[in-house]
């Protein structure tokens, strides 16, 4: 079946770039899903920061939009994420996901937490 | 944009049923059959345990069931078990703006 994991450093400074990687395996790339991102900050719940097609098509929460940008390398079958400028408002779990019409996110990466710190 | 709204605790003791609601709007909850639930244990990825208001992904338990009326979505659990006692999260696809996803603010499920 397909799984799904997320890799990344775990201590970003604040006003740099966070980039996290999530691989996929079980599962080729293919017109059927998009691929996604969601965050949730500790003890607080779950927020959509978007997705990306398997041609590259992308759409993002647009309270991130202008700081987000997702991307997807189906020779390596992982897509990524990069956040520019980040804050201590962006210390979270970050969770990839498959994801289908509708929204639907299925499965789910373990998780990684990431922090913003100086 | 706001997300959708949920009840931050539910309750029930062993065996009975809970219901746990999810309000939003005409550009989301109202407007489209594409509202999902999930499942988050402590420390645990979210598992999808509804989709599509109301269909239930192979190997999810029949004592989920979910519904919709209007722009207010609502997820069951019937006989309740130590088990359930976790977090639970709807979401919905958005139209408002550019298409995303909301997600509601989750929802505490204790078993007495």
């Known amino acids: 079946q397909v799984r799904l994991q997320e890799s990344g450093p775990g201590l970003v400074k604040p006003s740099e770039t966070l980039s996290l990687t999530c691989a996929v395996a079980g599962y080729s790339f293919s017109s059927d899903y998009n691929w996604g991102w969601i965050r949730q900050p500790p003890g607080k719940g779950l927020e959509w920061i978007g997705i990306v097609s398997h041609a590259g098509g992308t759409a993002y929460n647009p309270s991130l939009q202008g700081r987000v940008s997702i991307s997807i390398d189906t020779s390596k079958n992982h897509f990524s994420l990069q956040l520019t400028s980040v804050t201590a408002a962006d210390t979270a779990v970050y969770f990839c996901?498959?994801?289908?019409?509708?929204?639907?996110?299925?499965?789910w990466g373990q998780g990684t937490l990431v922090t913003v710190s100086s | 944009q706001s997300a959708l709204t949920q009840p931050a605790s539910v309750s029930g003791s062993p065996g009975q049923s809970i219901t746990i609601s999810c309000t939003g709007t005409?550009?989301?909850?109202?407007?489209?059959?594409?509202v999902s639930w999930y499942q988050q244990h402590p420390g645990k990825a979210p598992k999808l345990m509804i989709s599509d208001v109301s269909s239930r992904p192979s190997g999810v338990s029949n004592r989920f069931s979910g519904s919709k009326s209007g722009n207010t979505a609502s997820l069951t659990i019937s006989g309740l078990q130590a088990e359930d006692e976790a977090d639970y999260y709807c979401g919905s696809y958005s139209s408002s703006g550019s298409p995303h996803v909301l997600f509601g603010g989750g929802t505490k499920v204790t078993v007495l």
């Open positions: 005409s550009s989301d909850v109202g407007g489209y059959n594409y």
């Open positions: 996901a498959r994801d289908r019409e509708g929204g639907v996110c299925d499965p």
